[in-house]
């Protein structure tokens, strides 16, 4: 029998003291937590490790407009965006900061997913927590995102030749530049759960994109047993309809709890979940990060990703080390003035389980309705 290969984790250190600005939600470290917490629990072997290249300019015209790329590198040489370049591209307005690397760290969370999409081509897993960045639009930048690093990645399968992939969104916003690029090509099957009425208030559950895309927007304190149901009356019958020859998973963690830009309830146990049902669904399985605002809860969250995809048991208590990693953080949100002990000694939530309730069962129901387009 050919051996499984071992899961590669992509890393870039083009994220660390990288900040979108003291006041902006970004201004916290998510990619170098993440990467140094999974080192500090001894789950790294550097044999897996790969470096995420900065895109070309040929492999992001796959997607981006030439006029707003170029927009972007004089946001990045100049540290300023003209009137025209603010108001035709969004650069610098909207949540769309001019910050130091405005334009290598997108074009690195682009190159580090289209590197992970290639190197699954013969099968296997990749973890990338620099890529999730689902709102990009061709020619402006969106929700805090100037490129959409997984419409690149999907891309990559595509030109490879694969017909049949399903993209997983997590995040507590729509992944809706991801939906919007695929509307109209039925190779690529788009699920999200999001939440209802949340920012950028599209997804809605009778929202098809032309066949090849289901939503489910979820309500307010969103649990983790409503989680579970959507994921094992929805999320995997889709799959297994489908039956994909490859997965691009978005974890966006800003549905956890503890983040401030949503109002979900989900533990990380949640996201551990589905990422475990749905890594043995196709033969190929990228996952990539996203939004959350929250350092403690983010890099926790997606250090456990990590450990899931490796089959790694996640013991009670961090090693010291992991602990050290999480006690330097710094968090200048009211939660992180007064942070509880178990942001600092454990990786694992503890469960966020309540009532499934019949909306929630609904949006199952209404994903299953309708057949998806072969």
Same mark, same amino acid.
């Given at each position: 029998?050919?051996?499984?290969?071992?899961?590669?984790?992509?890393?870039?250190?083009?994220?660390?003291?990288?900040?979108?600005?003291?006041?902006?939600?970004?201004?916290?470290?998510?990619?170098?937590?993440?990467?140094?917490?999974?080192?500090?629990?001894?789950?790294?072997?550097?044999?897996?490790?790969?470096?995420?290249?900065?895109?070309? &300019?040929?492999?992001?015209?796959? #997607?981006? *407009?030439? =006029?707003?790329?170029?927009? %972007?590198?004089?946001? +990045? $040489?100049?540290?300023?965006?003209?009137?025209?370049?603010?108001?035709?591209?969004?650069?610098?307005?909207?949540?769309?900061?001019?910050?130091?690397?405005?334009?290598?760290?997108?074009?690195?969370?682009?190159?580090?997913?289209?590197?992970?999409?290639?190197?699954?081509?013969?099968?296997?897993?990749?973890?990338?927590?620099?890529?999730?960045?689902?709102?990009?639009?061709?020619?402006?930048?969106?929700?805090?995102?100037?490129?959409?690093?997984?419409?690149?990645?999907?891309?990559?399968?595509?030109?490879?030749?694969?017909?049949?992939?399903?993209?997983?969104?997590?995040?507590?916003?729509?992944? &809706?530049?991801?939906?919007?690029? #695929?509307? *109209?090509? =039925?190779?690529?099957?788009? %699920?999200?759960?999001? +939440? $209802?009425?949340?920012?950028?208030?599209?997804?809605?559950?009778?929202?098809?994109?032309?066949?090849?895309?289901?939503?489910?927007?979820?309500?307010?304190?969103?649990?983790?047993?409503?989680?579970?149901?959507?994921?094992?009356?929805?999320?995997?019958?889709?799959?297994?309809?489908?039956?994909?020859?490859?997965?691009?998973?978005?974890?966006?963690?800003?549905?956890?709890?503890?983040?401030?830009?949503?109002?979900?309830?989900?533990?990380?146990?949640?996201?551990?979940?589905?990422?475990?049902?749905?890594?043995?669904?196709?033969?190929?399985?990228?996952?990539?990060?996203?939004?959350?605002?929250?350092?403690?809860?983010?890099?926790?969250?997606?250090?456990?990703?990590?450990?899931?995809?490796?089959?790694?048991?996640?013991?009670?208590?961090?090693?010291?080390?992991?602990?050290?990693?999480?006690?330097?953080?710094?968090?200048?949100?009211?939660?992180?003035?007064?942070?509880?002990?178990?942001?600092?000694?454990?990786?694992?939530?503890?469960?966020?389980?309540?009532?499934?309730?019949?909306?929630?069962?609904?949006?199952?129901?209404?994903?299953?309705?309708?057949?998806?387009?072969?």
């Amino acid at each position: 029998m050919t051996p499984v290969p071992r899961p590669l984790y992509v890393n870039s250190e083009i994220y660390r003291n990288s900040t979108y600005g003291p006041k902006h939600p970004l201004a916290i470290p998510r990619v170098s937590t993440c990467t140094d917490l999974v080192r500090a629990m001894g789950w790294l072997d550097e044999a897996v490790v790969r470096e995420a290249p900065m895109a070309t &300019d040929a492999q992001l015209l796959r #997607f981006h *407009d030439a =006029g707003y790329l170029a927009a %972007l590198k004089r946001a +990045e $040489a100049t540290q300023s965006a003209s009137d025209e370049d603010r108001d035709l591209y969004r650069i610098g307005a909207e949540g769309n900061p001019v910050y130091r690397e405005v334009y290598s760290r997108p074009a690195t969370s682009a190159g580090g997913v289209m590197l992970a999409a290639r190197l699954t081509l013969d099968g296997g897993i990749v973890h990338f927590p620099g890529g999730g960045t689902h709102h990009g639009r061709p020619a402006r930048a969106s929700g805090f995102c100037y490129l959409n690093d997984p419409v690149l990645g999907i891309m990559e399968w595509l030109d490879a030749g694969l017909d049949r992939i399903v993209y997983l969104d997590l995040d507590a916003h729509h992944g &809706d530049g991801v939906q919007d690029a #695929f509307a *109209d090509d =039925g190779r690529v099957l788009t %699920l999200s759960i999001h +939440e $209802a009425g949340r920012w950028p208030n599209t997804g809605h559950a009778e929202d098809r994109a032309g066949g090849a895309a289901r939503n489910f927007p979820v309500p307010r304190e969103f649990n983790d047993s409503e989680s579970a149901w959507l994921l094992h009356h929805a999320i995997v019958p889709l799959i297994q309809r489908w039956k994909p020859q490859a997965i691009l998973v978005q974890a966006g963690a800003d549905a956890l709890e503890e983040d401030p830009l949503a109002r979900l309830s989900l533990s990380n146990n949640a996201h551990w979940s589905i990422v475990s049902a749905v890594r043995n669904l196709a033969p190929r399985l990228v996952v990539v990060g996203g939004g959350g605002y929250n350092p403690y809860t983010v890099g926790r969250c997606w250090a456990g990703i990590w450990a899931t995809l490796n089959d790694f048991p996640i013991p009670d208590r961090t090693t010291p080390a992991a602990e050290a990693v999480l006690r330097a953080l710094t968090y200048n949100r009211a939660a992180g003035r007064n942070p509880p002990e178990h942001w600092f000694t454990t990786l694992r939530d503890t469960a966020r389980d309540g009532p499934v309730r019949d909306e929630v069962k609904r949006l199952a129901d209404l994903a299953l309705m309708e057949t998806i387009p072969v």
